[in-house]
């Protein structure tokens, strides 16, 4: 059973840059796809983008191209994502999710899901 | 980008009845919906996959269906713990895209 633990919250100021960490255990990792998705305070789930370690692929919501990047530590199993140039709209819960696949039909879900962590733009 | 509109936005029930909750894409995701439950402070938990597969562990009450651009999620048999918000997700094209949500709430 893979189970995810995501780094704590952080404050960042405007302009600034956040790291978040998610790390595995259990479960494979390489072949997993990692997907991120934020919540703003009171709002829905918008998805980042994703991840697949084995094939070093990431891929993006157009919406954060250019200030996005997802990494992985195969060593560590964990996954990290970097958002830069923050501003106080990017205030929210980051959360990473396991995309589970039914390898017959391509049905993708996620599950497990990170605890999330509280990104705070703030001056 | 596919558009998903959930609806109701919010509904108030009581124990014992049964909810029913819509999902419509704004173009043909075949049977790539997922619904999600998220209680306050938690992360969103998996209870459909693929328009009407039950996770495993989460209860016969849950039941979901549809194709194409409308589904469905149906709680029969309302429990205390399902006061929760719900979302639809399709996987069908990226970006993946959530429904805003419906909130069930004690009447």
């Known amino acids: 059973q893979v189970h995810l633990v995501q780094s704590g919250p952080e404050v960042k100021k405007p302009g600034s840059s956040v790291k978040v960490s998610c790390k595995a255990s259990?479960?494979?990792?390489?072949?997993?796809?990692l997907s991120w998705v934020r919540q703003a305070p009171g709002l829905g789930l918008e998805w980042l983008g994703n991840?697949?370690?084995?094939?070093?692929?990431?891929d993006y919501a157009q919406k954060f191209r250019g200030r996005l990047t997802f990494t992985t530590d195969e060593p560590t199993r964990t996954s990290y994502m970097e958002l830069r140039s923050l501003t106080y709209e990017d205030t929210a819960v980051y959360y990473c999710a396991t995309e589970r696949l039914d390898r017959t039909t391509t049905y993708n879900w996620y599950d497990p899901w990170g605890q999330g962590t509280q990104v705070i733009v703030s001056s | 980008d596919v558009q998903m509109t959930q609806s109701p936005s919010s509904l108030s029930a009581s124990v014992g009845d049964r909810v029913t909750i819509t999902c419509r894409a704004s173009?043909?995701?075949?049977?790539?919906l997922n619904w999600y439950q998220q209680k306050p402070g938690r992360a969103p938990k998996v209870l459909i996959y693929a328009t009407s597969t039950l996770q495993s562990g989460v209860s016969s009450r849950f039941s979901g269906s549809g194709s194409g651009t409308e589904f469905t999620l149906t709680i029969t048999n309302l429990q205390a713990e399902d006061f929760a918000t719900y979302y639809c997700?399709?996987?069908?094209?990226?970006?993946?895209?959530f429904g805003g949500g419906t909130k069930v709430d004690v009447k």
């Open positions: 173009q043909t995701i075949s049977y790539f």
């Open positions: 991840i697949t370690p084995l094939f070093a692929r990431a």
């Open positions: 997700q399709q996987t069908y094209r990226t970006p993946v895209t």
């Open positions: 259990g479960g494979p990792f390489s072949s997993s796809t």
